[in-house]
Antibody, heavy 114, light 105 residues
Framework: QIQLVQSGPELKKPGESLKISCKAS????????MQWVKQAPGKGLQYMGW????????TYADDFKERFVFSLETSASTAYLQINNLKNEDTATYFC???????WGQGVMVTVSS | IQMTQSPSLLSASVGDRVTLSCKAG??????LAWYQQKLGEAPKLLIY???SLQTGIPSRFSGSGSGTDYTLTISSLQPEDVATYFC????????FGGGTKLELK
């Protein structure tokens, strides 16, 4: 069955970096783009962008062009979200979702606190 | 494109017909999806292209609308439908609405 399994929760300090993984199974990884969505505590969904799994080309929403990096390890059917120079406002749950939005990861809760 | 959902909170009884609204800031040509998100879970795709039911979603869910105004209808509310519902446009880039929280009366 199709699954997107994300890495575990993270607790980080401001200024640190982190890398979240999203491992796909049950389908051909390169047939679909991978999207990333942010949800701050108690808030709505914010679209971060997507990565073309055939070319590796990322496309970022305006709010996520500076410290955020989408990448792939195609041989492992895995997508990554890296956040550099973490800020308190990065505290949120981060979801990956297949390009057709029909399958989502379980989300990774990231807490940034000094 | 700004997406505005109303109401932000809706209380209804089991068996009620429930209607949720989503208004776009400009014509989105039916490029609209609806998601259900239960507490602590990932969003689940219910409807795409404004009125197409995603595989495996109960037929009590339906979507309608055109232009700037769209509706998600639950024909007979069930206890397991308690959740927050989000709309998303994908006509121009993509944006989500703020959500409607649906609770049981």
């Amino acid at each position: 069955q199709i699954q997107l399994v994300q890495s575990g929760p993270e607790l980080k300090k401001p200024g640190e970096s982190l890398k979240i993984s999203c491992k796909a199974s049950g389908y051909t990884f390169t047939d679909y783009a991978m999207q990333w969505v942010k949800q701050a505590p108690g808030k709505g969904l914010q679209y971060m962008g997507w990565i073309n799994t055939q070319t590796g080309k990322p496309t970022y929403a305006d709010d996520f062009k500076e410290r955020f990096v989408f990448s792939l390890e195609t041989s492992a059917s895995t997508a990554y979200l890296q956040i550099n120079n973490l800020k308190n406002e990065d505290t949120a749950t981060y979801f990956c979702a297949r390009g057709s939005s029909d399958y989502w990861g379980q989300g990774v809760m990231v807490t940034v606190s000094s | 494109i700004q997406m505005t959902q109303s109401p932000s909170l809706l209380s209804a009884s089991v068996g009620d017909r429930v209607t949720l609204s989503c208004k776009a800031g400009q014509n989105i040509n039916n490029y609209l999806a609806w998601y259900q998100q239960k507490l602590g879970e990932a969003p689940k795709l219910l409807i795409y292209n404004a009125n197409s039911l995603q595989t495996g979603i109960p037929s009590r869910f339906s979507g309608s609308g055109s232009g700037t105004d769209y509706t998600l209808t639950i024909s007979s509310l069930q206890p397991e439908d308690v959740a927050t519902y989000f709309c998303q446009q994908y006509n121009s880039w993509t944006t989500f609405g703020g959500g409607t929280k649906l609770e049981l009366k």
